[in-house]
């Protein structure tokens, strides 16, 4: 069996009547990449923090492994160490040059003072940081700090490496170089924690991924799994008028009788509660169907035959997104604890940890 290095245990966490994160548990593998992703106040930033000792929890526990030690309470281990490599969120440093700021951060987590400067020169040169080696930090950009905050969390070359959103400010090819990195990484056998809310691009470089929405984990497998678990698929249908709320209802209990024979007869609650749904704001109707061209295509032939006094299609399409990305959304919009709405004039989805 693979070795066990990160175990969290009904791991909580309240910020005064508001639980950020709800009894989770988890298992990261020596050598596994897994995704923690969610939307913003999902709790992802919060079960960072407690995993780097920057936040107590309130309940449960986190058992961590390094050096090929026991599993041991992270309470119970030394708050520097050498083993783990953290980014927290969005970086913060003192305006210090890279180079001296990567020394530093060298220097507090032992990497040998004979290789520190070929240390640091090899990571700029990777991130394509070289010439701003001298450079001040208050100089750089949103993504070159970004970048600088994956570089130290790595500077030591430790065994357990956790991103918190290490894509966060970078353009699309500083994000491909990102990934580039952490594939790099999983070559050499590091177990590596990422947390994010974009679920398509570190679903790229994850072994698993755990899907969290208001401090819960709704679903945590691997990739593939995950999304076989999930698999349902979507039409798309734009309307030309939007239709009248009075005439819905009757309108799409004769849609579903019609092409019932067409529609996704095991559609997953979490998903959708009924097969075709209507978005006002879109003129948009979503139809959760079997999956086969040619029910595509008697679907269409109804909506245009069937229900042209009722309303014109305009548009008739399968989404692009990536399906695991659009389950996901389906699945976060419909877990919403009774009570979590309405706050601060909003969903909690909104806000930040």
């Keep these: 069996m693979s070795e066990i290095v990160i175990k969290l245990e009904n791991l909580t966490k309240k910020f005064g009547n508001f639980t950020a994160v709800n009894s989770i548990n988890l298992e990261v593998c020596r050598g596994e990449t897994i995704g923690l992703v969610g939307p913003n106040g999902a709790g992802k ?25 026991e599993l041991r309470n992270l309470e119970d281990v030394s708050s520097t160490i050498s ?6 969120d969005i ?37 394509k940081l070289s010439e701003w080696k001298y450079e001040k930090v208050k100089n750089f950009s949103k993504g ?57 691009e570190i679903s790229e470089v994850c072994d698993k991924i755990a899907l969290i929405n208001y401090g819960q984990i709704i679903g945590f497998d691997t990739v593939e799994n995950l999304a076989l678990k999930l698999r349902t698929s979507i039409l798309n249908c734009i309307l030309l008028k939007p239709l009248s709320a009075e005439n819905l209802q009757p309108l799409l209990t004769r ?26 704001e879109k003129q948009e109707l979503k139809i959760y169907y079997d999956g086969k061209a040619e029910s595509r295509g008697q679907i269409l032939k109804i909506l245009i035959k069937e229900f042209e006094s009722d309303f014109t299609v305009t548009s008739f399409t399968q989404p692009k997104t990536s399906q695991l990305e659009m389950v996901y959304s389906e699945m976060v919009k419909n877990n919403v604890p009774e009570g979590t709405q309405n706050i601060k004039g909003g969903s909690l989805q909104n806000e930040r940890q």
Excluded: C, W
């Design 83 to 88: 083993q783990m490599g953290f980014l927290i």
């Design 144 to 200: 070159m700090t970004q970048k600088l905050g994956v570089i130290q969390a790595i500077i030591h070359d430790p065994e357990i490496i956790i991103l918190d959103e290490p894509q966060t400010g970078l353009d699309p090819l500083a994000r491909i170089e990102i990934r580039r990195y952490i594939r790099e990484l999983q070559s050499q056998g590091k177990t590596i924690f990422v947390a994010s809310h974009m679920l398509y």
């Design 91 to 127: 970086p913060n440093f003192y305006n210090m040059t890279a180079y001296e700021l990567l020394k530093y951060f060298a220097k507090i987590q032992k990497y040998p003072k004979d290789k520190i400067d070929d240390r640091i020169d090899e990571l700029l040169n990777l991130f």
């Design 45 to 69: 930033t919060t079960t960072i923090k407690m995993i780097a000792k920057i936040l107590r929890p309130n309940s449960g526990r986190i058992l961590i492994r390094t050096n090929h030690s």
């Design 255 to 280: 849609m579903r009788e019609k092409l019932y024979p067409y529609l996704d007869q095991n559609l997953d609650p979490k998903v959708s509660a009924i097969p075709i749904r209507y978005k006002p």
